[in-house]
């Protein structure tokens, strides 16, 4: 479950990243589906509860929600290193993983924003513009749908897991119907989470 720390490698990270960057519309984690074909499915370079655990901590946590990418590096480096046992080496090769998965989700796709938006905003009367910004709506929440589909995965029994399930519908109707603030849900999520609850 580790790749061997080679430029060839980490390149062919940053190379994924980068592109998947300019695939990102409405954020990183919509590319979450692809990220976990080429880290777990293709390259083996994570498991599979790593990548899910990334992204849980990474959204319970305050900051931005692009913090998953990051870890998701930690964990590429850390395993080329040989795990959190084999000393400064791995630790140093986690933090070189921090850093080419970040740079690669973030330099492409703000470079591309900075230069779009001031187009757009020269041109926003035009009606290719205005087609589409309307056009990219349903395309953002297919995206989202395709990672929620994903994180459910990884609970292939619903008969044992029916209180997750009973717990997502409740905050997807929350959210839905109220304006209840997410953390109060975060919350509520956590201590059922901490009491063993779901």
Not at 41 to 52: L, R
Not at 68 to 77: M, P, Q, R, Y
């Amino acid at each position: 479950m580790s790749m061997v720390p080679t430029l060839d490698n980490w390149l062919d990270l940053f190379l994924h990243f980068a592109s998947l960057s300019l695939l990102a519309v409405g954020g990183a984690i919509t590319t979450a589906p692809d990220m976990h074909r080429y880290l777990v499915t293709q390259q083996h370079w994570i498991s599979d509860p790593q990548f899910a655990s990334s992204i849980a901590l990474s959204q319970a946590a305050p900051g931005p929600n692009v913090l998953f990418v990051a870890l998701l590096g930690w964990n590429v480096g850390l395993n080329a290193g040989g795990g959190p046992a084999a000393g400064w080496t791995a630790w140093m090769l986690a933090l070189l993983g921090v850093l080419v998965t970040l740079v690669a989700i973030m330099l492409p796709s703000s470079i591309l924003t900075y230069t779009a938006t001031q187009w757009g905003h020269r041109n926003r009367d035009l009606r290719a513009v205005r087609a589409f910004k309307t056009g990219m709506a349903p395309i953002v929440i297919a995206l989202l749908i395709a990672t929620g589909w994903l994180l459910s995965a990884a609970h292939d029994d619903p008969a044992r897991d029916w209180r997750l399930w009973l717990l997502t519908a409740a905050a997807a109707l929350l959210v839905w119907r109220t304006r209840l603030h997410l953390l109060w849900m975060i919350g509520a999520g956590a201590i059922a989470g901490a009491m063993g609850w779901v």
